[in-house]
């Protein structure tokens, strides 16, 4: 999969991509990402990508023109001939939720396209898919939420986790009805008198798998009722 992310500061994603995770998916072609510079688009000697918003206000507004070129020049060397699935990362998007991550993870490519300042020339909207959000408030850029985004993707391709299991039995995932997951444990089995439960540890695999669903339920319940549908109901 492709991610292509227009960004201002393309240098914070150095780290994110040859660590951990993120670096095998990037060394093993799982995960490719072409990051691009609206600047290189920039206005004038200084490559400005920014201006004054119209009918005043504080702060700076991106402007369109610059993002536009940027995403066409995306499109006009795509590998492949592959062009991207746009998102606009904004905190006026769409919540993004384990549901959107799965959807994006089927697509050969998505741009991530990474606000800074007061955000964008609304005018940009046209000219993307999707738009995404984070969360319910307001980051400094783009690029953490984009971040956010491609980790989520990455570890659902086949093959980037080592076992595929870790990414479909786990909170928000549909194998556990988008419920969040049953506890965990692992040695010691006992820590300040704290006993892992006597059912993990008698090998009876039916015990186990039901004391989890319980445990997941209630969990959830307790937690996020929000999550909770009633019964047959799809989510
Ligand atoms: N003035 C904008 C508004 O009220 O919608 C917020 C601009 S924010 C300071 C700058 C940029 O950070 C945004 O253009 C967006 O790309 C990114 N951003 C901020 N919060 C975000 C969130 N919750 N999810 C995704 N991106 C976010």
Sequence with gaps: MRFDVVTLFPELFGPFLSTGMMGRAVASGALT?????????GIGRHRSVDDTPYGGGSGMVMRVDC????????DAD?????????????????????????????RPAVSLIC???????DRVRAFVEEEVSLGDFVLTGGEVAAMAVVDACVRLLPGVLGNAESATHESHSPALGGQLEYPQYTRPVEFRGARVPDVLQNGNHAHIEAWRRAEAERRTAERRPDLVLPRNEPR
């Design 33 to 41: 990402v072409r990051l691009r510079s609206p600047r290189e688009f």
């Design 67 to 74: 993002l536009v070129d940027c995403l066409e020049s995306l």
């Design 78 to 106: 795509a590998p492949e001939g592959v062009r991207a699935h746009r998102v606009l990362m904004t905190p006026q998007g769409a919540p993004f939720r384990q549901a959107t991550a799965i959807a994006l993870s089927t």
């Design 115 to 121: 606000g800074r300042y007061e955000g964008f020339d």
